[in-house]
């Protein structure tokens, strides 16, 4: 499965959620590093609800860039 990750800089870190998994965050000092915790936070979330019994939402957000006249 392909998730949508969302993710900001901030003044000294960066942070990165899944929108299609409430509560699945993670935070770095590096681009590289969040985009490694938030797969590791993605493997560990759906764990976590198939242990629970929970259903696993499938991947329905997608992300469109768009250009205008700033």
């Known amino acids: 499965m392909k998730y949508a ?3 900001e800089q901030g003044p ?3 942070g990165a959620y899944v929108p299609d998994l409430p ?3 993670a935070v770095g000092d590096t681009r590289e ?3 490694k915790l938030i797969q590791e936070a993605v493997e560990f979330h ?4 198939r242990i629970d019994g929970e259903p696993v939402p499938p ?3 997608t992300v469109e860039f768009i250009d205008v006249a700033a």
Do not use: R, Y
């Not at 759906?46 to 609800?49: A, F, N, T």
């Open 33 to 35: 590093e969040v985009i």
């Open 5 to 7: 990750v969302v993710i």
């Open 12 to 14: 000294t870190s960066f």
């Open 46 to 49: 759906i764990e976590g609800l």
């Open 59 to 61: 991947p329905s957000s």
């Open 23 to 25: 509560g699945c965050v």
